[in-house]
Structure formats: C-alpha cells, structure tokens
C-alpha cells in the first residue's frame, strides 16, 4: 500500500515508516502539520494516510475533513496517545477507518495492516 504519514514527532514518523517498510508498505509521502497532509494527498493520492491527532496549528479531526473534502472515501488511521469516549465517537462519525493509540506494539500494527489490505 502507498501511505501518507502525517506526524510531527520525528521519532514517531520514524519509527511507523520502519515498520510499514519492514511490512512491504511503502511511504510515499511525509507531513508535520495540516497543510503538508492535504498538499500530499492531492499530489500522492495514498492508498491510507496515517494522522496524528494532535498536530501543531490544526487538530487531526480538522485535517480529517480537509482530507475529506477533496476524496470522501479516503482511508485514514488516527495515530494518538488520547483514549476517550467522545473522541472516539467523533472519529468513528467522521469515518477513520482505525485508531492506532500510543505507545503500539508491532503485533498490534500488524494487526492493524492486515485488517486494512
């Protein structure tokens, strides 16, 4: 699959980019904040973007219907340490197709790209 990574934690963008490569995914493209998600969603057109919740100026959820806007099928995983009901919700009304919550293990994101192929 052709992924999107928007993170702006380098050691977290690093370590996720491992593991996609170590699974044969490859990132075709890398953000930090909102307006490098959408500038390469428009120009990658992955195949699952990968967001961070909390990203500096914008929150995921906004950068979520950006995101939306331009493709309504877009298939993201929300990466965050948060665990709470209402965000949940939130996302799961905005149609993530995952949430992958901090600190991970690599079984865990193995589970989670294979339920996604």
Same mark, same amino acid.
Request: hydrophobic content about 45%.
């Given at each position: 699959?052709?992924?999107?990574l928007?993170?702006?934690?380098a050691?977290?963008?690093?370590? %996720? &980019? ?9 990132? *075709?493209?890398?953000?930090e !904040?909102g ?5 390469? /969603? ?11 919740l %909390? ?14 806007? *331009? ?5 993201? *995983?929300? %990466?965050?340490? *948060? ?9 799961? !009304? &905005?149609?993530?197709?995952? %949430?992958?919550?901090?600190? /991970?293990? /690599?079984e !865990?994101? &193995?589970?989670?790209m294979? !339920?996604?192929?």
């Amino acid at each position: 699959m052709k992924i999107l990574l928007v993170e702006d934690n380098a050691l977290t963008r690093y370590t %996720i &980019k491992s593991l996609l490569d170590k699974l044969g995914h490859e990132v *075709v493209a890398e953000a930090e !904040d909102g307006a490098g998600a959408v500038k390469y /969603f428009r120009e990658f057109k992955p195949d699952v973007v990968f967001l961070d919740l %909390i990203l500096p100026g914008r929150s995921g959820v906004e950068i979520l219907e950006d995101l939306r806007a *331009v493709d309504p099928a877009a298939r993201v *995983v929300v %990466i965050t340490a *948060v665990e709470q009901d209402e965000i949940d919700r939130r996302l799961a !009304d &905005k149609g993530v197709s995952a %949430i992958l919550r901090k600190p /991970f293990s /690599f079984e !865990d994101f &193995k589970t989670l790209m294979r !339920d996604l192929a």
